[in-house]
């Protein structure tokens, strides 16, 4: 890349825009309810993380893949912020293509660090490590990736057809994060 000193300027503005999904809590079950949801298993919370995470990030691509997580595997809340944040990453995209970079890759993996279940509410402390590959009108691909560590919690809440996830927030602020994170 030519100008990685821009590259970097333009990952930390667009981090300070940008962070992960937050969401009011859709409706769970009521300690009166007479339905009951099993405790989730730390592996089932795990990979609606991973999945969630792994969508997120995707929009960040010039064909952003279809999300894959169900309707019943998140909030409307959720998916309300989630629609609330793709035209803010379109436009980011928009900004960084236009100075020449585009992303054509990603991997990411989820590192669990803790579950908490209080009542009708669980708690996934989690880091993310990602790396993305970028592209620039000037070099065409690299092959030396970008990378972020992020501490983050996701939220779920209990409701009629399960554990649903609720949030995704990062635990640390600022410090150039990537596009695919949306400020809430």
């Known amino acids: 890349m030519k100008h990685p000193r821009t590259a970097a300027a333009v990952a930390v503005l667009l981090g300070l825009a940008l962070s992960g999904c937050q969401a009011a809590a859709g409706p769970p079950l009521t300690p009166g309810s007479t339905s009951s949801v099993p405790s989730p298993s730390s592996a089932e919370l795990a990979a609606i993380v991973q999945t969630a995470v792994e969508d997120r990030n995707g929009t960040v691509l010039d064909a952003p893949p279809a ?10 809340a959720y998916r309300a912020k989630r629609a609330r944040d793709l035209p803010v990453v379109a436009r980011s995209k928009a900004g960084f293509k236009s100075m020449g970079f585009w992303y054509t890759d990603f991997s990411t993996k989820i590192t669990v660090e803790s579950v908490e279940v209080t009542g009708w509410t669980a708690s996934v ?3 993310e490590l ?25 939220t779920f809440r209990a409701s009629a057809e399960g554990w649903q996830l609720d949030s995704i927030d990062p635990s640390e602020h600022g410090g150039g994060l990537p596009m695919s994170i949306v400020e809430g």
Not at 67 to 76: I, K
């Open 125 to 127: 402390h989690f880091k």
């Open 67 to 76: 999300p894959r997580l169900a309707d019943t595997q998140t909030t409307a």
């Open 130 to 154: 990602t790396e993305e590959h970028q592209a620039s009108a000037a070099n065409g691909p690299s092959n030396v990736p970008s990378g972020y560590s992020l501490p983050q919690t996701a």
